[in-house]
């Protein structure tokens, strides 16, 4: 079983669920019950003589207790999210004709905060496989869906009264192949996005499966699609969406009509998502064009730097209004984190640490532990090798709290995510094969204790690579790459993992400065 239970105790013989058993379950567990019918194709009427699903208040929310006697089996949970995991356990222990076997399992997570992040801006995801996604993601108890939906190169969500973000914001005229030093354009339009009534089914799909989905709409970086669409909300820049990986220079202006464009998408957005926590990302925001500015004497601000701070305040608070936090990656803390602001730490694994010591509550996904777009070994047949070696056994041994934290500070991290960024995945078939069977690792990490054992591992891995053959994922074999994995045509840029730390060091210098900072408070 992957994730690994907590407690397994196993006396001998097993049950035959077969096609006459009936399914009987407590007041609330009508919807849990309907999806694992669908997920092992067989009808359990109503009724007592073979399954029981039930609240048991004594277990954790998000836990379970699965006991099969002779006489049947009764799937109990603190929740009803607890009876769900439970089910994905008894889909596990069924497939391939399976019986699951005499004894009991006790099992509870680890974290509150199992998730991963799907980038739908580099590349645009249609809904039915988005849908997909969060069913193989909810299969292997994660329970966050981070949904990365604008970026750069793509604006993927309608927002009423500024059309143009769709019209013009969703779509390139093409698509930089391959890492960006080699500068290869496929000369092809790309582009899509979501209307409200998309998200809200995706929104509705993934809360059956006890999945929160989180938006991102990155601000005041990360806006060239937005600019483009309203040169306006810009500093004098007008052009298209970019097309090439990589940071734009491209930002926001503070003028009343660009924080008016933020509030209006703002407030979209937490009219589709009742997630209590809203992304606005804040990551990679150049300072160049407010180098001048009129903006900051008007403001009254210093100097560029001054910027960003200033102006995530605003939508915090915008956001605090209506009841929400804000959820953004970690240059925040230095550029004006509120107090209530959760974040995704993502630059190595110092910045985990750094928020945990000021405070803020943390998920963990740093990117030489949790990024999927990473190459997964140096096999010449790696399709677009990119960013630092992240195998397997990597993602295995990934824990989400560094062993130098205090009890106390530890406590504030949530839990941790994997990252899906999409520049070289063209098609859901190469997310699967970038995502599994790492996430099956990651899923483990956040789910299980921190004991590892990856040849343990290994061995519940072969027979659940046979469930992922049948849910029709397009995973990575254990061997290696097969010769329809390349992409030729895509070339990579490999980094070694000693060349990204030094990269990291010079990237997290005003964490470090912080660090200091917070330990002589």
Known sequence: MIPRPTSEQFTGGSFALGPGARLAFDEGLGAVADRLRDAISLPLPPGDGGLRLA??????????????????????????????????????????????????????????????????????????DVLR???????????????????????????????????????????????????????????GYYTADDLRRIVAYAAERFVTVVPEVDMPGHLQA?????????????????????????????????????????????????????????????????????????????????????????????????????????ELLTRGAPPSAVIAAWRGPLPTTVAARAGYDVVACPDISCYLDYRQSDDPGEPTPVGTLLTLADVYAFDPIPPDLT???????????????????????????????????????????????????????EPHLRHLDTLGVNYRPLSGPRPGDARPGAPGNPRTLPDRLAELDEMTADLRLHQIRVRQI
């Open 407 to 461: 009890a106390t500070e530890a406590a504030h991290i949530q839990g941790a995510q994997a990252n899906v960024w999409t520049e070289h995945m063209e098609s859901p078939r190469r997310v699967d094969y970038m995502t599994y069977p790492r996430l099956c690792a990651f899923a483990e990490a956040v789910w299980s204790g921190p004991e590892r054992d990856y040849p343990a591992f290994l061995e519940r891995l």
């Open 226 to 330: 937005a600019v483009a669409a309203y040169p306006e909300l810009g500093n004098g820049w007008s052009g298209p969406v970019r097309q090439s990986w990589g940071i734009s220079t491209h930002v926001l202006n503070m003028s009343d009509r660009a924080l008016s464009f933020c509030r209006d998408v703002l407030a979209h957005v937490c009219s589709i998502f009742p997630s209590e926590l809203i992304g606005i990302g804040g990551d990679e925001c150049p300072v160049d064009e407010w180098v001048g500015s009129p903006d900051l004497a008007r403001l009254g601000l210093a100097g560029p730097s001054d910027v960003q701070p200033w102006f995530t305040a605003r939508m915090a608070s915008f956001l605090a209004s209506l009841g929400r936090r804000v959820y953004g990656w970690d």
């Open 55 to 128: 609240i048991d208040r004594s277990q954790p929310p998000e836990g379970y207790a699965l006991s099969t006697a002779p006489h049947g089996v009764v799937l109990a949970g603190g929740s009803p999210a607890g009876v769900f995991y439970g089910a994905q356990t008894l889909r596990q222990l069924l497939f391939d004709g399976g019986e699951p076997p005499l004894g009991r399992i006790v099992d509870a997570p680890r974290f509150r905060w199992r998730g991963v992040m799907l980038d739908v801006a580099r590349h645009f995801m249609p809904v039915p």
């Open 133 to 191: 996604f969060i069913d193989l993601a909810a299969f292997h108890k994660l329970n966050v869906l981070h949904l990365h939906l604008t970026d750069d190169q793509g604006w993927r969500i309608e927002v009423p009264g500024w059309e143009r973000l769709t019209e013009v914001g969703a779509w390139r005229s093409s698509t930089m192949l391959g890492a960006r030093v080699h500068a290869r354009y496929d000369g092809q339009p790309h582009g």
